[in-house]
């Protein structure tokens, strides 16, 4: 049976972040990816990736809503998925997810992971952070979101900004226990000589 993973897509930089998750789902074959973007985040996917960023985006899912697209199957507890990220996530986005208000429909389907106790995963791409966004962040992970800021680690020696991102996507991807080769995982230290 496949995974049913909804991805959204929000207004912050970092907009690679989204596109590389759904290059990565799609990969693995068995997920049905749902997928969502803000106005800003279809944006930036032209402004920082390229000026065919969004329509790869959305050839690259299975199913696509508009974020006015309240009555979509996504927007309910009783349709059923595996969870939702939020890549990038932006200070917007998450203060909307910590407080309920599912004004549009990436926030009202983080809010149904939430309420449905599923996996809600957020890379919140802002620094640095005020209280508000800590706070924010507190309120998500007491729901049992789970952030995930893209902080890059170098232990597996990136060479690329691909790597850097891969990496912040794996994480991700483990999340849901799906398998990849995104990143070198950690084997310990090396003995010094």
């Not at 939020?86 to 986005?93: N, V």
């Not at 809600?120 to 005020?130: A, M, N």
Request: proline share 4%; glycine share 8%; charged share 20%.
């Amino acid at each position: 049976m496949k995974k049913k993973i909804i991805v959204g897509i929000s207004g912050a930089s970092g907009a690679i972040y989204g596109l590389r998750l759904l290059e990565a789902l799609k990969a693995v074959g068995s997920i049905e990816i749902y997928l969502t973007i803000s106005q800003t985040g279809k944006t930036l996917l032209h402004d920082e990736i390229a000026d065919n960023a969004l329509d790869h985006a959305i050839r690259l899912a299975d199913h696509y809503y508009e974020t006015h697209e309240l009555g979509a199957p996504i927007a309910s507890g009783s349709f059923l998925t595996d969870g939702m990220i939020i890549a990038p996530c932006s200070a917007k986005t998450l203060a909307a997810i910590a407080n309920g208000f599912g004004d549009n429909l990436l926030s009202r389907a983080a809010d149904v992971a939430l309420k449905e106790r599923r996996r809600l995963v957020l890379l919140l791409r802002e620094t640095p952070l005020h209280l508000t966004h800590i706070e924010n962040m507190a309120q998500v992970t007491k729901m049992g979101g789970i952030m995930l800021p893209p902080v890059p680690a170098f232990y597996h020696r990136p060479a690329s900004i691909d790597d850097i991102v891969n990496h912040s996507i794996g994480k991700a991807l483990d999340l849901f226990e799906i398998e990849h080769n995104l990143y070198k995982r950690w084997d310990g230290l090396k003995a010094e000589s």
